[in-house]
């Protein structure tokens, strides 16, 4: 299957602060991203949905200006947590497909906020 | 609102035998339906799709079969092997893709 990277596996950062998360599409040309986010014992839950060169769709109950979200390029795009808080503590996967159905995962990131 | 559900939270089975996967949805406008294996602090990996049009796809020791009628799919996988103990999402696509809550495969040696 496709590769999907993202970067890094995981974070510890200060309330308060803000973390960016990168994810590359290394062998396909991603028109589209997703990025999730997993609460333990949960299923994934869709935070946004993002196409190159266009703003990114938030899911409801998402705040977009706490969640940014880039998709610069065909390859890659970032998730930015500003203004990180506790309860924003989780993990964090993005997904990455082209024009076929089939979505690839990254690795996913722990994101600890102290 | 459960667009896709996977009402059993765990199987165990006995290696070499058949594991089988179950899913539902409530959505017919769902075009595609895809499984993936999820390993804890990973993200999911792709394993088998399906498209609405077609009721079965066989890849391996891994088949999907899709009732449309009774809006249900499942996984089949035959043999089991410990190496598939994970947890198995499935996902149906209609733009974007929604997951069910994961069945947890346990496959004993």
């Known amino acids: 299957g496709a590769v999907v990277s993202q970067h890094p596996s995981w974070v510890i950062c200060k309330s308060g602060t803000s973390v960016k998360i990168e994810c590359r599409s290394l062998?396909?040309?991603?028109?589209?991203m997703f990025w999730y986010r997993q609460f333990p014992k949960q299923s994934l839950m869709l935070m946004a949905t993002?196409?190159?060169?266009?703003?990114?769709?938030?899911e409801q109950g998402v705040e977009k200006d706490k969640f940014l979200i880039n998709h610069a390029s065909l390859t890659l795009s970032t998730l930015t947590v500003t203004s990180a808080h506790p309860e924003d503590s989780s993990f964090y996967i993005c997904?990455?497909?082209?024009?076929?159905?089939?979505?690839?995962f990254g690795q996913g990131t722990r994101l600890t906020v102290v | 609102d459960q667009q896709v559900k996977q009402n059993s939270p765990s199987l165990s089975v006995q290696e070499g035998r058949i594991s089988i996967l179950n899913c539902d949805y409530t959505?017919?406008?769902?075009?595609?339906f895809l499984w993936y294996k999820k390993y804890p602090a990973e993200g999911p990996t792709f394993l088998i799709s399906?498209?609405?049009?077609?009721d079965k796809n066989e890849d391996g020791r891994f088949t999907v079969f899709l009732n449309k009628s009774a809006k249900h799919l499942s996984l089949h996988i035959v043999p089991s092997q410990p190496g598939d103990s994970a947890v198995y999402f499935c996902?149906?696509?209609?733009?974007?893709?929604?997951f069910g809550q994961g069945t947890i495969l346990t496959v004993h040696p």
């Open positions: 996902a149906a696509l209609y733009g974007k893709l929604t």
């Open positions: 993002s196409n190159e060169g266009s703003k990114a769709t938030y």
């Open positions: 399906i498209s609405s049009i077609k």
């Open positions: 959505n017919s406008m769902f075009d595609y």
């Open positions: 997904s990455a497909r082209d024009k076929a159905p089939e979505a690839f």
């Open positions: 062998d396909f040309q991603a028109t589209t």
